[in-house]
Nanobody, 125 residues
Framework: QTRLVESGGGLVQAGGSLRLSCAAS??????????MGWFRQAPGKEREFVAA????????YYADSVKGRFTISRDNAKNTVYLQMNSPKPEDTAVYYC????????????????WGQGTQVTVSS
């Protein structure tokens, strides 16, 4: 059974830092065969793309709103993808979800067919 489990969320002050992790297990194929993405959803808003990383980590995509502040990375030996959040802002407050797809990295949520349950990130001003 495929499981993506996010961790590392919590309360952080604006300008601080936080690292989210997403551990994958039970995927039909080896973890390195999956592109991974991070998405987020704030109350009353649509789910939006944050960052994505390709299977070999040579390809990364970022939403304009987080470019230069957030960094996505992966450790294929640990079946884990990370989102380093530096200088977070109150508008980054949301539930953050990781997602996996057996193909190229994508900015589109509809392209991903495996999702975690999410972890809450709250940024205080």
């Amino acid at each position: 059974q495929t499981r993506l489990v996010e961790s590392g969320g919590g309360l952080v002050q604006a300008g601080g830092s936080l690292r989210l992790s997403c551990a994958a297990s039970g995927l039909p194929f080896t973890f390195r065969n999956y592109a991974m993405g991070w998405f987020r959803q704030a109350p009353g808003k649509e789910r939006e793309f944050v960052a994505a990383i390709g299977r070999s980590a040579s390809t990364t995509y970022y939403a304009d709103s987080v470019k230069g502040r957030f960094t996505i990375s992966r450790d294929n030996a640990k079946n884990t993808v990370y989102l380093q959040m530096n200088s977070p802002k109150p508008e980054d407050t949301a539930v953050y979800y990781c997602a996996a797809r057996s193909g190229f990295a994508s900015r589109e949520a509809e392209a991903y067919d495996n999702w975690g349950q999410g972890t809450q990130v709250t940024v205080s001003s």
